[in-house]
């Protein structure tokens, strides 16, 4: 296995972990009163937009060539750090 498919798998680990969260989330806010249910819900929003970004970006992970995607690495982690602090 290449050190690109490892990462990808890692990252694709990762971000079916915060998709049950998201969805976590999501099943205490339909349980909250009306008020935190609109906060829960921008929340959630925000979230699954960040989650979103991460995708697209773990494609463009996957349609680099071996030699192009340590470029884009960067790019990928910060997305990620911000959905994984969302997510937190």
Not at 6 to 13: G, S, V
Not at 18 to 31: Q, S
Not at 53 to 65: I, N
């Amino acid at each position: 296995m290449s050190m690109k498919e490892a990462y990808q798998q890692k990252l694709e680990a990762q971000l079916a972990e915060w998709n049950v969260a998201i969805d976590k989330l999501k099943a205490k806010a339909d349980k909250a009163e009306a008020e935190a249910q609109i906060e829960y819900y921008k929340e959630i929003e925000g979230m699954r937009a960040k989650q979103e970004a991460a995708r697209e970006k773990l494609t463009e992970l996957k349609e680099a060539g071996e030699g192009g995607w340590e470029d884009l690495k960067v790019g990928l982690e910060n997305t990620w750090n911000s959905l994984g602090d969302a997510v937190k």
